[in-house]
């Protein structure tokens, strides 16, 4: 005989299932963390110290970068201060999917601003299989507008970390970044060569648009 389920049968009114007889259901445990900020910020620093961290409590880890970024080295998740963590580079969300393995634990992901959209589900699932999703990426692009999917990221999230970098200007906190060399591209990876940590004061977007015409 296979056990009934109430709510299809209309009996509401039986006892609920006793710890001796769990009912199937997601695991607890699984959370998303974004950290996020403007470029020079510390968003990997921060990425990579709470994977070392995980990895000191001898949890399962996997990293995974964009293909796109590959400013430092393919296969490492690198700071502007040079400390490192092993990393897959993967070309979509669904990449990333494909190569989560079941023993996983956690699951870090750098530079998320790069992936495509379906990044948000795969976190979602990922989570909902009980694990630790860490995303580290940038929050708002060269003109300062939200870059996706990072508002998405940061409305599922059960904690949002907003690291600030120092203006390069006046000394103060910063939370923008200012492109440097005159190019119209939303994606343009680089590190001091072209862009700097800017406060809301400091930053401009009008130099950057005149070069565009
Ligand atoms: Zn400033």
Same mark, same amino acid.
């Given at each position: 005989?296979?056990? *009934?389920? $109430? &709510?299809?049968?209309?009996?509401?009114?039986?006892?609920?299932?006793? $710890?001796?007889?769990?009912? *199937? =259901? &997601? $695991?607890?445990?699984? *959370?998303?963390?974004?950290?996020?900020?403007?470029?020079?910020?510390?968003?990997?620093?921060?990425?990579?110290?709470?994977?070392? =961290?995980?990895?000191?409590? *001898?949890?399962?880890?996997?990293?995974?970068? $964009?293909?796109?970024?590959?400013?430092?080295?393919?296969? =490492?998740?690198v700071s502007h201060g040079s400390i490192a963590i092993d990393a897959v580079p993967v070309s979509s969300s669904e990449s990333l999917m494909k190569r989560v393995e079941?023993?996983?634990?956690?699951? @870090?992901?750098?530079?998320?601003?790069?992936?495509? /959209?379906?990044?948000?589900?795969?976190?979602?699932?990922?989570?909902?299989?009980?694990?630790?999703v860490i995303l580290a990426g940038l929050d708002q692009d060269y003109l300062g507008r939200p870059f996706p999917p990072m508002p998405d990221l940061m409305a599922i999230?059960?904690?949002?970390?907003?690291? /600030?970098?120092?203006?390069?200007?006046?000394?103060?906190?910063?939370?923008?970044?200012?492109?440097?060399?005159?190019?119209?591209?939303?994606?343009?990876?680089?590190?001091?060569?072209?862009?700097?940590?800017?406060?809301?004061?400091?930053?401009?977007?009008?130099?950057? /648009? @005149?070069?565009?015409?």
């Amino acid at each position: 005989m296979t056990p *009934r389920d $109430p &709510a299809v049968d209309g009996e509401l009114d039986v006892p609920q299932a006793t $710890p001796s007889q769990p009912q *199937r =259901r &997601a $695991p607890h445990g699984g *959370r998303i963390e974004v950290i996020c900020g403007s470029m020079f910020s510390g968003k990997t620093e921060e990425l990579i110290r709470r994977v070392k =961290r995980a990895l000191y409590g *001898r949890q399962k880890i996997q990293a995974f970068k $964009p293909r796109i970024d590959d400013r430092y080295d393919a296969t =490492r998740i690198v700071s502007h201060g040079s400390i490192a963590i092993d990393a897959v580079p993967v070309s979509s969300s669904e990449s990333l999917m494909k190569r989560v393995e079941d023993r996983t634990q956690v699951v @870090a992901i750098d530079e998320a601003q790069f992936f495509d /959209r379906g990044i948000v589900e795969v976190c979602n699932a990922l989570a909902d299989q009980g694990r630790r999703v860490i995303l580290a990426g940038l929050d708002q692009d060269y003109l300062g507008r939200p870059f996706p999917p990072m508002p998405d990221l940061m409305a599922i999230a059960e904690d949002v970390t907003k690291v /600030r970098a120092v203006c390069t200007v006046c000394g103060g906190t910063a939370s923008r970044s200012q492109r440097i060399i005159q190019e119209g591209s939303t994606v343009l990876v680089g590190g001091a060569e072209c862009y700097e940590a800017r406060c809301r004061a400091c930053f401009r977007t009008r130099d950057v /648009r @005149a070069g565009e015409a």
